[in-house]
């Protein structure tokens, strides 16, 4: 049974910065790319960052050079570190793995970046 389970959200001044960390189970996990999704009300979730099996990594343009995906693949865990925040990048934040031709998620971390 795939398990994904966030946490490290809250809520953060603009300028400011988080630590969203996810921590897998029931995969392989060395052997999966992970990925950090976001969400807002009323709209799709959107691939923010992703990490290949071999440490590749690939973001969405709005969060380049501000937020740093990395894994450990002896703790089966993903993290996204998020620095210079801003307002727009408050969203619940998912880490996601496809397996087996589907997709899993975690129940998701909300980042609220306000003053």
């Known amino acids: 049974q795939v398990r994904l389970v966030e946490s490290g959200g809250g809520l953060v001044q603009p300028g400011g910065s988080l630590r969203l960390s996810c921590a897998a189970s029931g995969i392989n996990f060395r052997i999966h790319p992970m990925n950090w999704y976001r969400q807002t009300p009323g709209k799709q979730r959107d691939l923010v960052a992703t990490i290949t099996s071999d440490g590749a990594t690939n973001y969405a343009d709005a969060v380049k050079g501000r937020f740093t995906i990395s894994r450990n693949n002896v703790r089966n865990t993903v993290s996204l570190q998020m620095d210079s925040l801003k307002p727009e990048d408050t969203a619940v934040y998912y880490c996601?793995?496809?397996?087996?031709?589907?997709?899993?998620w975690g129940q998701g971390t909300h980042v609220t970046v306000s003053s």
């Open positions: 996601g793995v496809r397996f087996r031709a589907r997709d899993y």
